[in-house]
C-alpha cells in the first residue's frame, strides 16, 4: 500500500481563497499563498468534530436524452461516520431514461417506475446533509444531480484530496479514480461487481478516516489541503 506524505505548505489553499473561487466565474486561479503547517507528528491525535458530524454520500446515475448524454439520479446512498446504512432509496426519473447503465449498475426499469419521487429523496437529503460534513468521492457530480448545494467547508472530497496526489507521485491537478485511491492506500479492490453507491460511499469514509487528523488539522489552521472542484460546479458549493 502507498504511504501518505505529508505536502508542503505552499500546496494549501487559504479559506478566504476557496470562498472566492466559489464565488468566482473566473477560469484562473492565481498564484495559492502559504498555508499554515500541518499538526506536528508525535502529537496525541486530537478530534476535531465528533463522529456523529460526518456522514458519506454517493449518487448513483442513469443518462437522459439521445443527442446529448445527461446524467440524472437514479439512487442515493447516505451512511454514517462508521458505515452504517443512513438512506439507500432509488429515485424515480424526471426524464425518459436512455441508458440504465445494466451492465453496471443493474438497474431496469422496474427498479425505478414506483420509486420515491425526485422532490421527496431531495427533500430527504437535504434533511439528512444539512450542518453535516460531507464525505465523498467527486462531491460536486452528488449536488449537482440532486440539485443541491452545500457549504464548501464542511466537504471533505476525497477525489481532491492533495496528499493523496503527493503521495502517489501525481501531478496536483491530476484526479484519480477512487479505485485506484482505495487500492493504494486501502490495499483493497472494490466495485468489481459493479456500481454499488454503498461501497463507494464507506470506500471513500475509510480514505478520509485514515487521515482525517491530518485532513482536519490543515483546515483548523486556516488552509485547505484539497484541490479546487471544476469551476463549472462552483454553484455546487457555497
Not at 58 to 64: F, I, P, R, W
Not at 175 to 184: E, G, R
Request: hydrophobic residues 40%; glycine residues 6%.
Amino acid at each position: 500500500m502507498a504511504t501518505l506524505h505529508h505536502i508542503p505548505n505552499s500546496c494549501f489553499l487559504p479559506h478566504s481563497l476557496l470562498a472566492l473561487h466559489m464565488a468566482s466565474n473566473s477560469s484562473t486561479h492565481g498564484h495559492i499563498p502559504s498555508g499554515s503547517t500541518l499538526p506536528m507528528a508525535g502529537k496525541q491525535p486530537q478530534k476535531f468534530f465528533p463522529s456523529r458530524k460526518y456522514v458519506a454520500v454517493q449518487a448513483q446515475l442513469v443518462y437522459y436524452g439521445i443527442i446529448s448524454r445527461l446524467p440524472m439520479v437514479a439512487r442515493v446512498t447516505i451512511t454514517d461516520y462508521r458505515g452504517n446504512v443512513v438512506l439507500d432509496s432509488f429515485v424515480r426519473p424526471t426524464q425518459p431514461v436512455s441508458d440504465y447503465r445494466t451492465n453496471e449498475t443493474g438497474l431496469q426499469p422496474a427498479h425505478l417506475e414506483n420509486a420515491p419521487t425526485f422532490i421527496d429523496v431531495q427533500r430527504q437529503v437535504a434533511g439528512l446533509i444539512r450542518n453535516k460534513i460531507i464525505v465523498g468521492y467527486a462531491l460536486w457530480n452528488f449536488l449537482s444531480v440532486l440539485g443541491l448545494s452545500h457549504p464548501a467547508i464542511d466537504t471533505r472530497d476525497v477525489a481532491l484530496f492533495l496528499s493523496f496526489r503527493r503521495s502517489l507521485g501525481c501531478k496536483p491537478t491530476e484526479m484519480l479514480p477512487l479505485t485506484t485511491l482505495v487500492k493504494q492506500f486501502m490495499g483493497r479492490d472494490i466495485m468489481l461487481n459493479g456500481d454499488i453507491p454503498v461501497e463507494q460511499a464507506r470506500s471513500a469514509l475509510d480514505l478520509f478516516r485514515s487521515c482525517e487528523q491530518t485532513w482536519e488539522g490543515v483546515i483548523a489552521s486556516g488552509a485547505w489541503p484539497c484541490a479546487l472542484p471544476p469551476l463549472a460546479h462552483a454553484g455546487c458549493f457555497t
